[in-house]
């Protein structure tokens, strides 16, 4: 398969372009931040991408959906990312789809992914860094668990239908075994979810699970086997974040290099003097090869090649070196006007250290890849 | 369901695996270990002759040239094939050729049908070793302000002047050379012209790099001799030719960055010898580690990219200067992990002699990566192209 989009994922990408372009541009996001608005993105959005197709692009034709793959999801997230659009598309339709994908709890969520009514959040770290250990602990309690502990960076955690939870029944953090993902309803006793505004106007929630008791059918999968499901959600949100960076990068990107074009000092557009160019020459050749990395793990991930988790850490972490510095380079080759707040850029370097801090950061992924390698 | 490119990748496989001799699955160590070709294929040995000639005859040198010019007439996809049960096998490029990857693709788009059955079956065969008459002394990254003449006279051009930085110059057979042949046109006044370097008037003199090597040469015209059958498209057309080629250079250039992303990392191989690992098998230096491992998502990350512009140039879809931006990341990614393996080596990779560090291989190996961001046009000049041809940023 070549390492580009076919005719088909093109005219998506086309169509996906159009349609966030038209109903979710940056200025929808302005204003959702200016409104102070508390769900953290527009309800109606969610269902116009549920009329479009979107939220079913990861589903199985046989379940209503489109059937098709993460080179698809990642031509819609890229195209969200350009946009600085609020969705809750990677966690529910990308990363919570893949998890349920397969297993008994498909049939109880998937209608309601499919329709735009349901949101899903990712309940997975429980300190500052993303780590591959999970500490949480979910404890046999009658018929089911209780689950007991603390998660943060609960992206749609305050309004989400379903939360993906990661527990230990068994063994200790590090371990593999041991781990079990749960499908816990916001709504479940004991579980407080408090919204916190990010940086970038998001909203993530720090969940307190106070006791919270979920029955045996709450397993996603099988119990102390959660690593297998917990891998595909992380592999899906990884590539997914990678593929929103490089629309916040591409965005950011673009929108500097048609600034150099227009803004003129000492008689002449700024893009003409050398120091610029060649800082954004560099700049695009990092978003190419970020581009690269983004694709080829989507392709494998399709493929279900063995291949595809080393690509994967390397899409997220290269996304997260170029995309930094493209936001980087937008801000400051913007000069004063990209320091404020009524310029758009500002927003691309807060969504940007977001979703590089995301599933784990460039760092997080290289010492994944070195162990991976045997170093 | 079989399909052809699977029946294709099953004979590929079987043909590979009957003719790829087991010491040219082995890595490629040293310059000595690059087959080059040529006239004089003395120094090959019998493995590197059998595998050269037996890809050779099938084309597979340059899979994808048409069969008519000794090309394997490939498909795009069928080339990919070949290319991952080569890599497979870890089999050697059977022939390393300016022929192959800079001449011939300029001589498929502006050669003469007789230029193409003459030149290009013989650089399929690895039977002619060219070099390649671009820099000289005053035209360096300014390379259109060259001054080495080709005077008309009549049946032949009469050249005199001097070449600078010909790679190999001493060793080749021909050249591909960019001559002067109107004073009055900078970039119109220049002509492409190939010649036979034993003609009468040629004469090389190897210069001494930092490596201790010397693959580059000073080269001298001395009212040499050149057929008018020898000129590559219109007279005063030359440049673009000359720019069409050197496209092509950068792509070659740029795989210099693919270096260890293989199975073994010979990075990581010299870093657990020097500086050791701890228990749970991580390098027991821990910046080190980060650095390689940092390194490392680059390097994969441009093998990537390599596989993307390779499939997007073979179906039409690259922008025509995107081997500027492959020429500069993948000569700068081959800079750094040079960088990095001295480090990692420390004083062992220092000795320059030793016959531990095989006469100072990895050391003289670093300091050539230098020319890689200079030859071919310097990372400057390639930031000025991405910037004015693909970003559209004014002049």
């Keep these: ?375 | 369901m079989t399909t052809d490119l699977d029946t294709f990748r099953a004979d590929t496989r079987a043909w590979l695996d009957a003719n790829c001799p087991p010491e040219m699955r082995e890595p490629v160590r040293s310059e000595k270990d690059a087959v080059w070709g040529g006239r004089d294929q003395s120094a090959l040995t019998p493995a590197q002759k059998q595998w050269m000639d037996a890809m050779g005859q099938r084309g597979w040198t340059v899979p994808d040239w048409p069969t008519e010019y000794g090309g394997g007439g490939l498909s795009a996809a069928e080339t990919k094939v070949l290319r991952e049960e080569m890599a497979r096998i870890r089999a050697r490029n059977p022939l390393n050729s300016f022929g192959i990857s800079m001449l011939g693709p300029a001589l498929l788009k502006y050669g003469t049908e007789e230029q193409k059955k003459r030149f290009l079956p013989e650089i399929a065969r690895g039977e002619i070793r060219w070099c390649q008459g671009y820099s000289e002394p005053n035209a360096g990254s300014d390379l259109a302000s060259l001054a080495t003449s080709a005077e008309d006279k009549g049946d032949h051009f009469l050249v005199n002047g001097q070449k600078v930085w010909t790679s190999y110059a001493d060793k080749a057979d021909w050249i591909f050379c960019l001559v002067r042949t109107d004073r009055t046109n900078k970039h119109n006044g220049i002509s492409f012209v190939l010649f036979d370097m034993a003609s009468e008037g040629v004469s090389t003199k190897p210069i001494l790099l930092i490596s201790g090597y010397s693959p580059f040469c000073e080269t001298f015209f001395d009212n040499v001799k050149v057929p008018k059958e020898n000129l590559v498209g219109e007279l005063n057309k030359g440049w673009d030719v000359a720019k069409y080629l050197l496209g092509h250079e950068r792509e070659m250039i740029s795989g210099m960055g693919l270096g260890g992303t293989g199975a073994k990392n010979p990075l990581v191989e010299v870093a657990k010898r020097s500086v050791g690992t701890g228990d749970d098998g991580q390098l027991a230096d821990p910046l080190l580690r980060a650095q390689l491992a940092l390194f490392d998502v680059r390097a994969k990350a441009f093998a990537a990219q390599s596989e993307r512009f390779i499939d997007e140039l073979k179906a039409g879809r690259a922008h025509p200067a995107q081997p500027s931006m492959m020429k500069y990341y993948g000569t700068e990614l081959n800079k750094t992990r040079y960088e990095l393996l001295m480090s990692a080596g420390g004083s062992d990779e220092l000795e320059w002699e030793s016959e531990a560090s095989d006469g100072g291989r990895e050391a003289r190996a670093w300091l050539r990566t230098k020319a890689n961001s200079i030859e071919g046009g310097t990372s400057e000049v390639q930031l000025n192209i991405i910037a004015k041809r693909i970003l559209e940023l004014p002049s």
Aim: no cysteine; proline share 2%; aromatic share 6%.
């Design chain 1, 1 to 375: 398969m070549p390492l580009f989009l076919n005719d088909e994922q093109t005219m998506l990408r086309d169509t996906a372009k159009d349609f966030v372009t038209e109903h979710a541009p940056v200025s929808h996001m302005r204003a959702l931040r200016d409104a102070k608005d508390a769900t953290g993105f527009s309800r109606d959005l969610w269902k116009q991408f549920a009329d479009m197709g979107f939220t079913g692009i990861l589903i199985g034709e046989d379940a209503g959906g489109l059937g098709l793959g993460h080179v698809e999801a990642g031509v819609v997230l890229e195209e969200i990312g350009r946009n600085l659009s609020p969705s809750p598309f990677l966690t529910t339709a990308v990363a919570a789809v893949e998890a349920l994908k397969g297993t008994a709890q498909a049939d109880r969520w998937f209608p309601g992914i499919l329709a735009g009514e349901t949101v899903a959040a990712l309940a997975i770290d429980e300190g500052a860094k993303h780590r591959s250990s999970v500490g949480m602990k979910a404890e046999r309690s009658g018929n089911g668990f209780r689950l007991t502990g603390a998660k943060q960076f609960v992206t749609h955690g305050h309004v989400a239908d379903l939360l993906i939870v990661a527990a230990r029944t068994a063994g200790s953090p590090d371990d593999d075994a041991g781990v079990t993902l749960f499908a816990v309803p916001r709504d479940a006793a004991g579980l407080t979810a408090t919204p916190e505004r990010l940086a970038d106007a998001s909203l993530a929630a720090r969940i307190a699970f106070d006791g919270v008791e979920v029955d045996a059918d709450a397993v996603i999968g099988e119990v102390d086997a959660g690593r297998d499901p917990l891998s595909r959600l992380l592999r899906a949100g990884r590539t997914g974040a990678a593929a929103e960076m490089l629309g916040v990068g591409g965005g950011a990107m673009d929108m500097t290099v048609g600034y150099l074009k227009d803004r003129k000092q000492f008689g002449v557009a700024i893009g003409s003097f050398q120091a610029l160019q060649h800082r954004a020459a560099h700049l695009y050749s990092e978003m190419e090869v970020a581009r690269a990395a983004v694709l080829k793990a989507q392709q494998l991930l399709d493929a279900g090649d063995e291949k595809a988790d080393q690509a994967v850490s390397v899409a997220k972490a290269m996304t997260g070196l170029a995309t930094t510095l493209a936001v980087q380079e937008g801000v400051q080759m913007h000069g004063g006007i990209g320091m404020t707040d009524e310029y758009d850029i500002g927003f691309y370097m807060k969504s940007g250290r977001v979703l590089a801090e995301m599933f784990g950061d460039a760092n997080f992924h290289a010492d994944l890849l070195a162990k991976t390698a045997g170093y």
